[in-house]
């Protein structure tokens, strides 16, 4: 089963190049190629800008006519990047925003602003950040599962974009900090919360291969040790990092980016496939 529809923003950079590489690799049913320019630039300048992308993205599109999609589009707008790629994604329902990786930056701090962290705080829609260049489908899938809903959401999505990988789906945590007499109760608790993970994971691994028909294998990992470094570790196993994107902590709400994924946006060297609640 293909996506009905994917959105994917360029800024007509290489790294956007790659983007548009791997929705095509996707087959999404439509595509829709989005450019936004910036407001508040002079009219000549803005209508020039627009003239250029027009024509760029028109041959860009027509240059890949043997591979995906068989209804694609692509439309150039003026505003805010951010707000206007989910807005167009909201407009066309597309199931899927895919972008390229904004420019490097060596510091979390200075991911935080960019058009990419806001479109993946503020989507209400999986959105997939492309790193690396498409070489074929996703072959190995690391899920980073704590049980949220938006983790759930990016497991169904990466199920339905890579239906034949590997999938190894981990879920890490820190022990708590207890008095010793506390110990065996804290274990328990532990243990019980483990087995509702494993059953949260088979579950929504089962409802994803049911609708997309695919045949993933799926590994599931419950390690007891720093969530951070137990995903940073197994990421370079893989070519696509899923994960949800909200905060758990005492101020999290559903538009906030966690540390831990605000950290793994940047750092992952493969794709990295992001969902809200």
Request: aromatic share 6%; glycine share 6%.
């Amino acid at each position: 089963m293909s996506l009905n529809k994917i959105l994917v923003a360029t800024n007509l950079t290489e790294r956007s190049d790659r983007a548009l590489a791997r929705a095509f690799q996707l087959k999404p049913d439509a595509l829709v190629l989005l450019h936004v320019v910036p407001a508040g630039l002079p009219p000549e300048v803005a209508a020039e800008q627009q003239k250029v992308a027009d024509t760029f993205l028109a041959h860009r599109l027509r240059y890949e006519t043997s591979e995906g999609a068989s209804d694609r589009s692509h439309t150039v707008l003026t505003g805010s990047a951010f707000s206007t790629i989910i807005a167009e994604a909201i407009s066309d329902a597309a199931e899927l925003i895919i972008i390229g990786k904004p420019g490097t930056h060596p510091f979390s701090e200075l991911f935080v602003g960019t058009t990419a962290e806001r479109v993946i705080r503020f989507s209400d829609r999986p959105v997939l950040m492309v790193k690396q260049a498409e070489s074929g489908p996703y072959r190995r899938v690391l899920v980073a599962f704590d049980g949220s809903e938006g983790a759930v959401r990016a497991l169904q999505m990466a199920v339905a974009i890579a239906p034949d990988a590997e999938f190894r789906v981990v879920h890490a945590w820190w022990a708590p900090q207890v008095p010793l007499g506390d110990l065996e109760a804290a274990r328990q608790a532990i243990d019980q919360e483990n087995e509702r993970i494993k059953r949260l994971i088979a579950n929504a691994a089962r409802q994803a291969v049911a609708k997309c028909g695919g045949s993933p294998k799926v590994v599931i990992d419950l390690v007891e040790d720093n969530p951070y470094i137990v995903i940073a570790n197994q990421s370079s196993w893989a070519d696509l990092l899923a994960m949800g994107t909200h905060s758990k902590g005492l101020l999290a709400s559903t538009a906030s980016i966690g540390k831990l994924a605000r950290h793994l946006l940047i750092e992952a060297s493969c794709d990295v496939l992001t969902s809200r609640p």
